[in-house]
C-alpha cells in the first residue's frame, strides 16, 4: 500500500517546516531489508552531520521504498557548500552500496490504484494522451525542498503540480 501523506514518518518531528529536505528517487523499489540498513546508515551520517565543525540537526528517511529524504533544520545552523557535499557523497555511497541510482531527476513517480509507477519525462506527453496522466492522477513531486511542503504536497495530483502546464 502506499502512504499517500509524508507526515506517517516521525523521523522530523520538531524539525521547522522551513527545514532544507533533499529527495533521492531509487531507480528500483527497496527491499524491507535495505530500507532497514539504509534507515541505519541515515542515522549514522546524520549524527555527524557538520558545517565549519558546526554540528547540523539532520534527519534522513526511506519513503515508500523508493524515497531517500533528507533534511537538515537550518533553524540551529546553516549548510554550507562542504556539508552540502558531505551529503552528496554519502547518497553516492548508498548508491553504490546498494547498486542503485538516486540522482535522476527526469523519472516521474504517480500512484496508479495501489502501485508505484514510474516513467521517463520525454513519454509525458505519451502518458497524457493515453490518459494514463491526468490532472487528477496522483503524483510523488520530487522537486519539493522544504519540509513542511514535503509533509503535506509530497504526494498531489498532477493538476496541482508542475506537470499542470504540460496538461490542457
Same mark, same amino acid.
Given at each position: 500500500?502506499i502512504a499517500?501523506?509524508? $507526515?506517517?514518518?516521525?523521523v &522530523?518531528?520538531? /524539525? %521547522?517546516p522551513?527545514?532544507? =529536505?533533499w *529527495?533521492?528517487?531509487s531507480?528500483?523499489?527497496?527491499?524491507?531489508?535495505?530500507? *532497514?540498513?539504509?534507515?541505519?546508515q541515515l =542515522?549514522h /551520517?546524520?549524527k555527524?552531520w $557538520?558545517? %565549519?565543525? *558546526?554540528?547540523?540537526?539532520g534527519?534522513g528517511t526511506?519513503y515508500?521504498?523508493?524515497f531517500?529524504?533528507?533534511?537538515v533544520?537550518?533553524?540551529?545552523?546553516?549548510?554550507?557548500?562542504?556539508?552540502?557535499d558531505?551529503? =552528496? %557523497?554519502f547518497?553516492k $555511497? *548508498? @548508491?553504490? +552500496?546498494f547498486?542503485l541510482q538516486? /540522482?535522476d531527476r527526469?523519472t516521474? #513517480? #504517480?500512484q496508479?490504484?495501489d502501485?508505484?509507477?514510474?516513467f %521517463?519525462f520525454n513519454?509525458?506527453? @505519451?502518458?497524457?494522451a493515453l490518459?494514463?496522466?491526468?490532472?487528477?492522477t +496522483?503524483?510523488f513531486d520530487?522537486?519539493i525542498t +522544504?519540509?513542511?511542503v &514535503?509533509e503535506?504536497e &509530497?504526494?498531489?495530483?498532477?493538476?496541482?503540480s508542475?506537470? $499542470?502546464? &504540460?496538461m490542457k
Open positions: 500500500m499517500t501523506k509524508a $507526515t506517517q514518518t516521525k &522530523f518531528n520538531g /524539525f %521547522h522551513l527545514s532544507k =529536505v *529527495i533521492y528517487t531507480n528500483r523499489f527497496l527491499t524491507d531489508e535495505e530500507v *532497514i540498513e539504509i534507515e541505519k =542515522v /551520517f546524520t555527524q $557538520t558545517a %565549519h565543525d *558546526i554540528a547540523l540537526k534527519a526511506v515508500n521504498n523508493q531517500i529524504v533528507l533534511a533544520d537550518e533553524s540551529q545552523a546553516n549548510t554550507s557548500g562542504c556539508s552540502i558531505k551529503s =552528496v %557523497h547518497i $555511497t *548508498i @548508491e553504490s +552500496q547498486n538516486l /540522482f527526469l516521474i #513517480y #504517480y496508479s490504484n502501485e508505484l509507477k514510474s %521517463h513519454n509525458l506527453k @505519451e502518458k497524457i490518459n494514463e496522466i491526468s490532472k487528477s +496522483q503524483i520530487t522537486t +522544504q519540509l513542511g &514535503f503535506n &509530497f504526494v498531489k495530483e498532477a493538476g496541482k508542475w506537470l $499542470t502546464r &504540460f
